[in-house]
């Protein structure tokens, strides 16, 4: 487990380093999971709140991420795709070779808060930012 909580401690350092002076997106990790029958696979699930005003900076997972909103509003999108405002019980999904271009809280007053599953190579980094 200690490894998991370095690699949700980068993911979160590296939100907050590429949004500058927005606020930090707060991760939480809640389970890693080897996946026996997927070779070098495992499940990273984790809970993220922005902030309001938060948003990421544009990154990939180079995995298979699937979202659900807890509570509040959030704004995400995909190089490509449009942008969809998401509520409560709402889903979002992100492909490996997605390059995730915009994700934030849609208020400046209330915070928002979502569950993320990601499904990746075993010891790969959760996110990697985009220049």
């Known amino acids: 487990m200690p490894e998991f909580r ?10 907050a380093q590429a949004a500058h002076a927005a606020p930090d997106a707060v991760v939480t990790p809640l389970m890693e999971k080897p996946l026996a029958d997927y070779p070098g696979k495992e499940a990273l699930m984790l809970t993220v709140v922005y902030p309001p005003g938060a948003a990421d900076p544009v990154h990939v997972h180079r995995a298979h991420g699937f979202i659900y909103v807890l509570e509040g509003t959030i704004v995400m999108a995909v190089k490509g795709g449009k942008e969809v405002t998401l509520t409560p019980g709402q889903t979002f999904y ?5 390059v995730h271009t ?3 809280n849609a208020s400046a007053t209330q915070p928002a808060k979502f569950l993320v599953l990601l499904l990746k190579e075993q010891n790969a980094p959760v996110l990697v930012p985009v220049k």
């Open 6 to 15: 370095k690699l949700a401690m980068i993911a979160a350092a590296c939100l």
């Open 94 to 98: 992100e492909g490996p070779n997605d």
């Open 102 to 104: 915009v994700g934030r």
